[in-house]
């Protein structure tokens, strides 16, 4: 009713004399005007909260964190600065390369088959001829939802050490030895791995299942003209076209991996920061600050981690995001 | 390849692929199914050779030590009570900035929702320490608003409300009310928020799991077992010399099962939630 009835104001008006419809004129500017300045006003405030918010619990510790990694601080007594020292204690400290190496070596054997294998998974969900697809694709990502404490707990009993442990017993009927699955350097970053994997690589097929969806099926079918076998179209059509999709999940999980906390945390229990063999980098910064009450050492370890995850994000996607193109070259 | 080859090579690789799929979910089902069988089963079928692999009797006995141990029931109802009031607070936020954002000129507007996708770069272990003092100096600790105001930051549901707002609310709308003569934040409650319901779903389910699966802040900010969340209950569990396996997997089986039928009910809409959250 409303828009009907302005409509019909500004009909009438069109009639009236020229001096008056100039008059509405600059009336309707002056109006025009407000309204921008009074939607410039709602912008600003709309998008406030974040802004607020964001300076108050993201940014100001982020900077906060820099300040301290040159302080020596314990928390109670007052800061001292110490210039570069907290960087030199921790780069020079064996647990933190340790931590560093177990970061890593981790996050390869968590991360790098998830991707694998979720392409392979994506690729056969997306087959056209087959059936119970949603069945599969929900129990493929069913492990996502559990959450990493969960995850953990599960993983720990299935990979307990006793000689009963159900991973354990599986190895005895292939004649090897129990593994020492919480104390060896490799049984623990093997079990790790595994949960890591087990929980991830359906989130992954997710996306790249997406992506398969996203590519023109004529490219598809013009392959199959051309004689091409489906591994022949997964290498050169899929692989080439869900490239922004891969540079996304290698991203992502780059930067995952070298966050990871929960699970080796939760996966050793009483022994987490205690033990070595599945220390990661964040562990290592949380000893620091909450077991050790070394906070100065421990912001210095937290710079560190952001410049090793900037530069290992972009040499990996980098990587990623070079392969593809020389590959596309050669093909054409 | 002559047709007649791939006709007979056919059968054999469909079934090839039925059956590595069916591997693959029995190797996605079966933790789950592990962790109900060590729920219902005493501690002592765990030291058995040949493993026990079947379910036993004493779902309710192995829940009843949980209870015990932790106060189960206390600590669902406190990450309940997070998750919701994040999920919440975080719709109304990514709406309103996301509205601004898609619908309204204001100079810098580039600038500060580039800032705002900036922003998801920087690594949450970054301010942990700051971030312990000030929930501590603020009085905060031990507390559930303590352990939410950090979750109230997310800038991916921002991005996410842009795009569908400007995607799905017509410019023309946002003109017609404001000719009615409508505040902006009538437009926004009135016009925005019914046509943007479906993007809450998706955000809310990719807001309230991230909260209710998250551990390092809340196991930092949470010290008082009446305050813990359900992730630092859980993970109390195996905090003890005499590990009893049936009772932590019992406490894990009983934490999962909501989310396990939420998820099976609804579990177009998680799957598709994942993709929007991530492709867009």
């Not at chain 2, 059968?11 to 190797?27: N, Q």
């Not at chain 2, 009446?226 to 905090?239: D, G, M, P, R």
Request: proline share 5%.
């Amino acid at each position: 009713m409303q828009p009907e009835s302005s409509r019909e104001k500004v009909e009438k008006n069109g009639e009236v004399s020229a001096y008056q419809a100039t008059k509405k004129q600059k009336l309707s500017k002056k109006r025009y005007r407000s309204e921008e300045k009074k939607d410039m006003i709602s912008g600003y405030l709309y998008i406030a909260p974040f802004f607020i918010i964001f300076s108050l619990v993201g940014l100001y510790p982020a900077l906060f964190s820099i300040y301290l990694g040159f302080q020596k601080w314990n928390g109670l007594s007052p800061m001292t600065f110490v210039g570069l020292s907290n960087f030199e204690i921790v780069l020079t400290d064996p647990l933190f390369w340790k931590s560093v190496y177990n970061t890593i070596v981790i996050g390869i054997m968590g991360t790098a088959p998830q991707l694998v294998f979720g392409i392979i998974f994506a690729f056969l969900l997306n087959l056209a001829f087959l059936k119970f697809k949603h069945f599969f694709r929900v129990t493929i990502f069913m492990p996502y939802i559990t959450s990493m404490v969960a995850v953990a707990l599960i993983f720990s009993v299935l990979f307990s050490d006793h000689e009963s442990s159900l991973v354990n017993y599986l190895l005895s009927l292939a004649g090897v030895d129990p593994v020492n699955w919480s104390s060896s350097e490799w049984g623990t970053k093997i079990a790790i791995s595994i949960m890591v994997f087990w929980r991830w690589v359906g989130y992954n097929t997710i996306i790249y299942l997406a992506g398969i969806q996203s590519i023109p099926n004529d490219l598809y079918e013009a392959a199959m003209i051309d004689g091409a076998n489906k591994f022949q179209q997964l290498i050169y059509i899929t692989m080439p076209m869900l490239k922004p999709f891969i540079i996304l999940t290698v991203f992502t999980s780059t930067v995952g991996a070298l966050q990871l906390f929960s699970e080796p945390t939760v996966f050793l229990g009483n022994s987490a920061f205690t033990r070595d063999e599945a220390m990661t980098i964040v562990m290592y910064l949380y000893r620091d600050a909450f077991k050790l009450q070394s906070f100065g050492t421990a912001s210095a370890t937290a710079i560190i981690l952001l410049v090793m995850i900037t530069i290992f994000a972009v040499i990996n996607t980098s990587l990623i995001a070079g392969k593809g193109r020389k590959k596309r070259g050669e093909n054409a | 390849m002559s047709p007649l080859e791939k006709r007979k090579s056919t059968p054999v690789s469909k079934i090839l692929i039925y059956v590595l799929l069916s591997i693959v979910s029995l190797f996605s089902l079966f933790p789950f199914y592990w962790m109900f069988v060590m729920a219902t089963n005493p501690s002592s079928a765990y030291n058995s050779i040949p493993p026990t692999v079947t379910p036993g009797r004493l779902l309710v006995d192995n829940f009843m030590k949980v209870i015990d141990k932790i106060d189960f029931f206390q600590a669902m109802w406190n990450s309940f009570v997070v998750c919701s009031i994040v999920t919440i607070v975080v719709l109304f936020i990514s709406s309103l900035a996301g509205f601004a954002f898609a619908k309204f000129k204001f100079r810098g507007k580039n600038i500060l929702f580039m800032a705002i996708l900036l922003t998801m770069i920087i690594p949450p272990q970054l301010g942990l320490i700051p971030q312990y003092f000030l929930i501590s100096k603020a009085g905060l600790l031990d507390t559930l608003p303590g352990v939410m105001i950090l979750f109230f930051l997310n800038p991916l549901g921002i991005f996410l409300m842009r795009q569908y707002i400007s995607e799905s609310v017509p410019d023309e709308l946002i003109e017609a009310a404001k000719l009615d003569g409508c505040s902006n934040f009538k437009i926004y409650r009135s016009i925005v928020l019914p046509i943007i319901l479906p993007a809450f779903a998706t955000l809310g389910i990719i807001v309230f799991s991230a909260a209710w699966g998250e551990f390092l802040w809340q196991f930092t900010v949470l010290r008082d077992p009446e305050q813990y969340t359900i992730q630092v209950a859980l993970a109390q569990l195996s905090n003890t010399q005499n590990v009893d396996f049936g009772m932590i997997l019992s406490g894990v089986f009983w934490a999962t099962i909501p989310l396990l039928v939420i998820f099976l009910l609804f579990n177009r809409l998680f799957i598709s939630s994942i993709t929007e959250g991530s492709v867009k």
